[in-house]
């Protein structure tokens, strides 16, 4: 059982629709990431926040807009999005920052599809 | 910029063969995470190696950090079916972590 919860597990949308991709963790832990992982592929990274604070965006494309509510909660807002965006998104969460051996917990993710 | 290479990118073993992945950075890695992704699961860690030489053991599964601290293995002994997935090492770059490409474990009962 994984402590991040992601909503929803699944979701469609159409290139016009604007929808948003939720996470929450209550594990206390300080930073919180979304990746993107495609078939056959490691997760990548799309953005961290450390401490509520966007402190790493990977050059990701300005149609996913990504949103720390609290120290608990993770939103990714998807607008005009392509069919190549879909993919296996992933909301993870470390006691702080990467690349510091903090063990990286990922929720169970939420399956998009564009069409 | 420093990479984490991942070998093989799959293998296939008959339940009860051994398997190992093995893992390669080109630069000293400071820690060395394992994680475990089930097919249509989520990545889930499965230990973290810190020390030059580093064994470490959870029942079949036995991990390895090399001695200059660029490579490390995971070792399973006797797969049983509930191995199948793909293990992905992954090693901190600045103030991230870079996932190998990882090795997806097939098991034929």
């Known amino acids: 059982d994984t402590e991040v919860t992601q909503t929803p597990k699944h979701l469609v949308m159409g290139m016009t629709n604007k929808k948003s991709l939720k996470c929450e963790q209550h594990m206390g832990h300080r930073a919180m990431y979304w990746y993107k992982q495609k078939a056959k592929k490691p997760p990548e990274l799309m953005f961290v926040y450390s401490y509520e604070k966007l402190s790493i965006n990977e050059s990701v494309p300005s149609r996913f807009s990504p949103e720390c509510p609290n120290s608990s909660l993770l939103n990714l807002h998807l607008h005009a999005l392509q069919p190549e965006d879909s993919a296996l998104y992933l909301c993870a969460s470390s006691q702080e920052g990467q690349g510091r051996g903090n063990t990286i917990y990922f929720g169970e993710g939420s399956w998009l599809t564009v069409v | 910029g420093q990479q984490v290479m991942q070998i093989p990118q799959y293998q296939h073993v008959q339940e009860g063969e051994d398997f190992t992945t093995y893992c390669n950075s080109s630069t000293t890695l400071s820690n060395i995470q394992w994680y475990k992704q089930r097919p249509g699961g989520h990545p889930v860690f499965l230990i973290q190696?810190?020390?030059?030489?580093e064994v470490k053991k959870q029942k079949r599964l036995t991990f390895q950090f090399g001695e200059a601290k660029k490579n490390s293995s995971l070792h399973i002994t006797a797969t049983q079916t509930t191995d199948v997935g793909t293990y992905f090492c992954?090693?901190?770059?600045?103030?991230?972590?870079?996932f190998g490409a990882g090795t997806r474990l097939f098991v034929k009962a």
């Open positions: 992954a090693g901190p770059r600045g103030f991230k972590t870079i």
């Open positions: 190696l810190v020390k030059s030489g």
